[in-house]
């Protein structure tokens, strides 16, 4: 069984944009070697992150994130357990909701989590994801 995380946050200084680059270097690596997968999409100002994997790592992760400058109001949308990844081949895939869904300014502020999984694990999977 694995833990499966969304959560929501607003970037704070710079773009998420620009900030993406800085934390994909960083975390891609760290997320294999935790052994957790998932997708971080942004739009305008909002981050929205789906994590699968470990509930020690996870739980690990979020500590990191809630401590993290570049984001505030990080919000959890959903949790729940899993017995299959939805990621299993993304340490951490990359999209750009903005561009890839506009739908999805909707569901940045008025989903509760489902719909955030449904629309990124469709993005990666369909190749929209870098």
Known sequence: MIDR???RSRA???LPEVALDRIFRCSVPKNARLNITGALGFSQQTYVQL???PPTAIDALVST???DPRHT?????LRGTSERR???GWSMARVDLAIAAPEADMLLKDDDGLGLIALMATLAHEGVAT
């Open 73 to 77: 109001q990080l919000t959890i949308l």
């Open 5 to 7: 995380l969304v959560y």
């Open 12 to 14: 704070v200084g710079i």
């Open 86 to 88: 939805l990621l299993p």
């Open 51 to 53: 994590l699968e994997g």
């Open 65 to 67: 994130l809630e401590a």
